[in-house]
């Protein structure tokens, strides 16, 4: 069977059912693939297994990229493209660098960190987002399991352990 | 409830041992040898003499003791008020998460009542020695010495009496300041003890009203204290943003001081209920405040360099062009941004004891410069200097400060146990 195809879908009404399910399904040994919730569900990356976001590595680079920016191209700018004299100061008053380099600073990283997000997440504008069930947007959670990773385990054993888990339905998804 | 903060002993004490306080008062009588060390140094000629540059007086080595007490003073007084000020914070915001570490900032409030008494005992020892406005010929216009400008300022010290005088307005604001500031303080923490032993929301509610009420006092007499005590240091110089300058350090050193006993006491066992998450939130709190005390410091800098101002410019070029001072510009900065900014820029950082531990102890050193750098130059001129009377007098002051507020930690429990948002900040998780 073909990977990141065919799922097996546990709906679930509740977070709190939710969270001992995702522990009871992990301990189990199935692989979960990902959970939907229609809003960010407290403690969740820890019983997902989940390893801290490298999100704030990109915040720094791009940060440190905005501020070298600023700093280049203010010093092209005062210093070398068009030289003027302001209040007596230098041609390439540092100090008075240092607002725009703050501001291009914190442009940078924040515009980096939603970009990086965006492509990670794959919400880019090219991409083709999945929707497991639509009523993740509403007041559902759904528990993905990709079918072809527990093949080992079998469908109805892993449909079962769902349904015990707390799972008002399981569902089957498709995805061409 | 399983995990509840019933699981622990709530009526826990602070032990503050016979070894500790000896420890404590080592590192105070080593503060005090080394500081009489300096000052025979000092009596010895140490200082060299630059009569006419200082003002027209010649330099006398009481001067620079007088100064590093008017430093200590300063800034002692502004960690114990901040202890309170955090402590008030919590209950006007109404805040859950911090309730298992109250009992610390409120400790650094029995500090104030010493300082008020040293506060004012130092202003009479030192008053012409540090304050350059106290001297009447100024306010004279028969004399030679005749100044216009702090002639027009002299009705904020002097009034209602006359220029040169007995400068009662500024006694009086000193006054009223420590009065209000000891009376707040004890009214919350009768508040707080009282909470302990009878329970019920009805503390919490009147803490709320006293907090809220304490922080709009404080909000004006933390501004005109540092123009008071600092800034008129340099009379003829002004800086609106002062109040926010001196306000910042002084925020800044407190939440490090915070941070520090809560780690110190975590690691001998305490504070059980206080978790990683707790450290990790005063580790976001010196963080962002040591970018809020940059931000400060860097606007009153941009401006005065910008405007190119004689007046403003004083003020800058007696520290940065100065042989003395120019090297503590840039130690202050290091210390008090550039360390934290990137130590404390990674989650794991704020979350460690270790990283806390290095961090706050430097930033509460480099506070301890910035104050350091308002006031010497303006007294002290090229006389001045980080020298063994300087580290003498922080020790002494320090540990001092540290045996009055282990010593109201020991008194009391450690934990609000009454307290309505208790359970909250069990349960507080980032």
Known sequence: ??????????????????????????????????????????????????????????AFLFGMLGTILALIMQFYMMKIDWPMIIGGKDYAAFPAFIPVTFELTVLLAAFGMVGVFMISSNLKPWGQPRIFDIRITDDKHVLAVDLATNASIGEKNIADLLKDSGATEVNKKSFE | MAHGTTNFNLDQKFDFTAALKKSIITVLVIGAVILAIGIITNMMGGGHDHAEEAGGHAYHWYQRLFANLWINNVYFTGIAIIGVFFFALQYAAQAGWSTGILRIPLSFGNWLPIAAVL??????????????????????????????????????????????????????????????????????????????????????????????????FFAVSSSISAWDWVMSIDTHWFSTMFGWYVFASWFVAGLSAITLVVVFLRE?????????NHVHDLGKFVFA???????????QFLLIYYANIPEETVYFVERMQSDVYSPFVFVNLVLNFFLPFFVLMTRDAKRHAIFLKVVCSLIILGHWFDFFLMVQPGTLGHNGGFGLMEVGM?????????FVVLSALAKKPLIAKNHPLLEESYHHHI
């Open chain 1, 1 to 58: 069977m073909e990977r990141d195809k065919n799922f097996i879908l546990g709906v679930y009404d509740d977070e709190d059912v939710l969270l001992e399910a995702i522990t009871k399904v992990r301990t189990s040994g199935v692989k979960i693939h990902e959970v939907y919730s229609p809003f960010p569900v407290h403690g969740i990356d820890d019983v997902l297994g989940y390893k801290r976001s490298r999100l704030p590595i990109a």
């Open chain 2, 119 to 216: 506060m004012i005992a130092t202003f009479f020892l030192v008053s012409h020695d540090i304050f350059h406005w106290t001297h009447s010929y100024l306010f004279d216009k028969d004399s030679p010495q005749y100044d216009k400008l702090i002639d027009g300022k002299g009705a904020f010290f002097f009034w209602p009496l006359a220029k040169g005088s007995f400068p009662i307005f500024f006694i009086a604001r000193m006054v009223i300041f420590f009065g209000f500031w000891v009376f707040f303080f004890n009214k919350l923490k009768s508040l707080a003890f009282d909470e302990d032993l009878n329970g019920g929301t009805q503390y919490w509610k009147k803490m709320r009203t006293w907090s809220a009420l304490f922080i709009i």
């Open chain 2, 268 to 276: 001998k066992g305490y504070l059980e209920m206080v978790n990683e």
């Open chain 2, 289 to 299: 405040f040591s970018i809020f005390w940059t931000y400060i410091w860097f606007s």
């Open chain 2, 394 to 402: 922080l020790l002494v002051y320090g540990s001092s400060f540290a």
